[in-house]
């Protein structure tokens, strides 16, 4: 099973968000996957894929703000 490691970006309240704990949230896991905290939208995107882009039914999408990932680029490995 998978871990969190550590978090990619700045922390929710780095970023101004104003409870700190309810906002969007990027993190790196023990398996080198990434998990992300985000506002679901799966329902409204999913029609919008472009036609070599597929869901598995047990896949979600997920919307974080631009500023998010925008911010957490400095943490991302290259490899």
Same mark, same amino acid.
């Given at each position: 099973?998978?871990? %969190?490691?550590?978090? %990619?970006?700045?922390?929710?309240?780095?970023?101004?968000c104003e409870t700190g704990q309810?906002?969007?949230?990027?993190?790196?896991?023990?398996?080198?996957?990434?998990?992300? %905290?985000?506002?679901?939208?799966?329902?409204?995107?999913?029609?919008?894929?472009?036609?070599?882009?597929?869901?598995?039914?047990?896949?979600?999408?997920?919307?974080?703000?631009?500023?998010?990932? %925008?911010?957490?680029?400095?943490?991302?490995?290259?490899?």
């Open positions: 099973m998978s871990r %969190i490691v550590r978090r %990619i970006g700045p922390s929710p309240r780095a970023r101004g309810t906002c969007p949230d990027i993190f790196e896991l023990s398996d080198g996957n990434f998990a992300i %905290i985000g506002t679901e939208a799966t329902e409204q995107l999913d029609s919008e894929l472009p036609p070599d882009a597929a869901r598995a039914d047990y896949e979600r999408i997920v919307v974080i703000s631009r500023d998010v990932l %925008i911010r957490a680029k400095a943490d991302i490995p290259d490899a």
